[in-house]
């Protein structure tokens, strides 16, 4: 199998692992549980392999994950391209000083924050989390990135939920999801 259908077949086996529950966590929500994906000895290190193999050959400084599903993704993915790992945080847990970016969610606002000397200058940066639905949370993230100094060099998500048209709020970025719904 060459590593394109290789890849693809990985993708394939990730998404009908990924269970949705209905009415989760308030009614008219379907939450897209990956719990089973990583769980998954083979499919853990499948999906980790192949969000990593997307920007093997570009230079990533920092993967910066957002709290708390992006954690887990984002931790091993850096190591695998040999890069650092950064935490985007929520209210009041990063020690020293933050950047503090507001965003808009259904009901009511969100906070995430970042330490101020995250980057050093001129690092580019990878974002990941693993849902992207209508895109204030990572809009806010990148945010929080340039304002730090970084370059925004890819947004990477495990999943996509395409109808929510998450993407239009993330200003041209290099956009990347491994699965679509
Ligand atoms: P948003 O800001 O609307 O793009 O929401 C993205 C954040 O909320 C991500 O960090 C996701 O973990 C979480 N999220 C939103 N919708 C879902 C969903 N249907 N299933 C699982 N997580 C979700």
């Known amino acids: 199998m060459n590593e394109r259908s290789h890849d693809e077949a990985m993708i394939e086996r990730i998404s009908k692992a990924v269970r949705d529950v209905p009415g989760f966590p308030k009614p008219g929500i379907v939450f897209k549980d990956i719990t089973p994906v990583l769980a998954d ?41 040999a890069a650092g790992f950064v935490p985007i945080r929520k209210k009041g847990k990063l020690p020293r000083e933050v950047y503090r970016e507001e965003f808009q969610l259904e009901y009511g ?51 996509e939920l395409g109808f929510l048209d998450g993407r239009s709020k993330l ?11």
């Open 109 to 159: 606002t969100d906070v995430i924050e970042l330490h101020q000397d995250a980057f050093p200058a001129k690092s580019r940066v990878l974002l990941l989390d693993d849902v992207l639905a209508t895109g204030g949370t990572a809009a806010a993230a990148i945010r929080l990135i340039e304002r730090a100094g970084a370059q925004v060099a890819g947004v990477a998500f495990m999943i």
């Open 171 to 181: 200003g041209g970025k290099d956009i990347h999801a491994l699965i679509r719904y």
């Open 41 to 81: 000895p083979a499919l853990l290190k499948g999906l980790i392999d192949t969000l990593a193999g997307r920007y093997a050959s570009q230079r990533i400084d920092y993967v910066a994950g957002i709290e708390s599903r992006g954690f887990i993704l984002a931790a091993p993915v850096a190591a695998a391209l």
